[in-house]
T-cell receptor, first 112, second 112 residues
């Protein structure tokens, strides 16, 4: 069974631009969550989607948004990029709530 | 609110010794307690998890204990090996969602 796939692996953007990251979950997994990982803040929850609906949202500004499609694939978008948005963005999928999260390899975003 | 404190932040042991990492939390609604291992440059991977109706769970050299009254849970690794060197994260889940709150991580170094 294929794991969680995230594209692209690396991105370099300049301040003020926007970016879209993509995540394909494990087949059959309906929950997709997004996390931001930085050396200073660790792993922070961004949001979770289940059956195309946002089920939970973390404490991030409205510049961070996401969506989930009918095939469970998910995208997250960050608008008006800031230097502090530089991070590893991890996507994770799971069968249901409170079941093991399976992480993708992440997208490394660098904002210059 | 949702918060988890993880200690120690770094841990160095000799090969063959035991390692213990502890996490404390405040939200009594937490009912799912996974532990993730993240090797350098790789994605976090689940190593063991426990639910609130269980006090202890073991998988070969790895065990997790949960004290719901005191609101803490711990990861125990016995007979450590150099390949156990990594960053370990505890996490909390509640309800039936894919949202996890992560601890700050513990960098474990196992010296041969």
């Amino acid at each position: 069974k294929a794991g969680v796939t995230q594209t692209p692996r690396y991105l370099i953007k300049t301040r003020g631009q926007q970016v879209t990251l993509s995540c394909s979950p494990i087949s059959g997994h309906r929950s997709v969550s997004w996390y931001q990982q930085t050396p200073g803040q660790g792993l922070q929850f961004l949001f979770e989607y289940f059956s195309e609906t946002q089920r939970n949202k973390g404490n991030f500004p409205g510049r961070f948004s996401g969506r989930q499609f009918s095939n469970s694939r998910s995208e997250m978008n960050v608008s008006t990029l800031e230097l502090g948005d530089s991070a590893l963005y991890l996507c994770a999928s799971s069968l249901a709530g409170n079941s093991p999260l399976h992480f993708g390899n992440g997208t490394r975003l660098t904002v210059t | 609110g949702e918060n988890v404190e993880q200690h120690p932040s770094t841990l160095s042991v000799q090969e063959g010794d035991s390692a213990v990492i502890k996490c404390t939390y405040s939200d009594s609604a937490s009912n799912y307690f996974p532990w993730y291992k993240q090797e350098l440059g790789k994605r976090p991977q689940l190593i063991i998890d426990i639910r609130s109706n269980v006090g202890e769970k073991k998988d070969q050299r790895i065990a997790v204990t949960l004290n719901k009254t005191a609101k803490h849970f711990s990861l125990h690794i016995t007979e450590t090996q150099p390949e156990d060197s990594a960053v370990y994260f505890c996490a909390l889940g509640s309800g039936n969602t894919g949202k996890l709150i992560f601890g700050q991580g513990t960098t474990l170094q196992v010296k041969p």
